[in-house]
């Protein structure tokens, strides 16, 4: 495998057997701030790609393992939608994947912001914005995930996080570091034993299989803004599961983007296919806790007070 790194030099890059007759790379540089995975924008003298390539640890965290093979799994999910106008029209095309070297490259979007500037408070989603958030969800959702991967080590990993890392005592990481006070106001969460009995029920759930095909990390860091609409990007969490934990996530991040809170109810009732309530608002609540007391932190501009009043109400989601 070639190791590719955020400053590979073109002479490198240039001897992959990716480009076509006569093609010449012009540019190379990170595009964006991908938390999995290595991401590149390649120019060359004909077209401008996105090249991604996975290891086998977190990009961001280089001391978390992570599945290598994830890179295959978004490979197959944005193969698997294709065929799905809409899908399609929100997503980047696939050009080339090579498993070997676990490398995707896929059509350039264009540069761009995702939608993290939510965090900050000053940003609200648009009716428009919002409606092709929940069409994406709806046309996904509809579709058969007969043959997807289990993609069961990510979940797992992801499992870890979500449900079990943020809810230990001593886990290592200091959360006044992010905020001064948080490492004691988490201390009322991380010992709660009702709330991590729940915890455990969600998690088995969320490691269960279902039947309906899921993006698996819908949240506004995977939301593209771009001249022609929101782009849905990173699908390496997908997997075939239960709807309501898409929803759960994505109902979560717009309570961390301080949305206006009658937004949820209008997502749910624009969402076509049936859902379990009390489930979408348990995987809403253990979304908002492991964003404010896990290691997968959020830009969040929030007072000590606000973040106490999200974790309360996310317990309350999950227990009620």
């Not at 609540?285 to 106490?308: K, W």
């Amino acid at each position: 495998m070639i190791d590719l790194i955020e400053q590979s030099k073109l002479e490198t890059l240039q001897l992959l057997p990716f480009w076509e007759p006569e093609e010449i790379l012009i540019h190379a540089e990170p595009a964006g701030e991908s938390n999995m995975n290595l991401v590149l924008r390649i120019k060359t003298n004909r077209r401008s790609l996105i090249l991604k390539q996975s290891k086998p640890y977190v990009r961001k965290y280089p001391q978390i393992p992570a599945p290598i093979g994830r890179i295959s799994v978004e490979h197959q999910f944005l193969t698997r939608i294709e065929h799905d106008q809409l899908l399609a029209a929100m997503s980047p095309k696939v050009i080339l994947f090579d498993p070997e070297q676990h490398i995707l490259i896929t059509e350039d979007l264009g540069k761009s912001l995702d939608y993290t500037s939510i965090y900050s408070g000053k940003r609200s989603l648009k009716e428009t914005e919002i409606k092709s958030l929940v069409d994406y969800l709806n046309q996904l959702h509809a579709l058969d995930a007969t043959g997807f991967p289990e993609n069961l080590d990510m979940r797992r990993l992801n499992h870890e996080h979500i449900f079990q890392f943020p809810f230990l005592e001593e886990n290592g990481f200091d959360l006044n570091s992010i905020q001064p006070g948080l490492q004691e106001i988490s201390l009322t969460y991380k010992t709660d034993s009702h709330l991590k009995e729940k915890l455990a029920i969600l998690g088995d759930r969320y490691l269960t299989s279902g039947k309906i095909l899921l993006h698996g990390d819908y949240y506004p860091a995977s939301w593209l803004d771009v001249p022609s609409g929101i782009k849905v990007i990173d699908p390496e969490f997908g997997f075939p599961g239960e709807a309501e934990f898409d929803l759960g996530v994505f109902l979560a991040h717009l309570d961390l983007g301080q949305q206006e809170k009658e937004l949820a109810e209008s997502i749910l009732s624009a969402y076509q296919r049936p859902y379990d309530l009390q489930l979408v608002q348990q995987y809403r609540g253990v979304e908002t806790l492991r964003r404010l007391i896990g290691i997968a932190q959020l830009p969040v501009d929030l007072t000590l007070r606000q973040i106490q009043s999200l974790l309360e109400t996310a317990r309350n989601l999950i227990l009620n």
